[in-house]
């Protein structure tokens, strides 16, 4: 799955540790979604949407 959350993060000048406090996860879980070594829950994939404002398929597709 391809996603855009490094990028929507940097646009949005918030660290991973400052988003994972923000939506209630870990720094690890964040790095992990940007690396591509973890897919995110449908939960957590709408809870990101909703913090930065934007469709689920915005920030992540299923494209390599």
């Given at each position: 799955?391809?996603?855009?959350?490094?990028?929507y993060?940097?646009?949005?000048?918030i660290?991973?540790?400052?988003?994972?406090?923000?939506?209630?996860?870990?720094?690890?879980?964040?790095?992990?979604?940007?690396?591509?070594?973890y897919?995110?829950s449908?939960?957590?994939?709408?809870?990101?949407?909703?913090y930065?404002?934007?469709?689920?398929?915005?920030l992540f597709s299923?494209?390599?």
């Open positions: 799955m391809r996603n855009e959350l490094k990028v993060r940097a646009e949005n000048d660290t991973q540790e400052e988003l994972a406090k923000e939506i209630g996860i870990t720094r690890q879980t964040i790095s992990a979604i940007e690396n591509g070594r897919d995110p449908l939960k957590l994939a709408f809870k990101l949407s909703e930065f404002e934007c469709d689920v398929s915005d299923g494209g390599e």
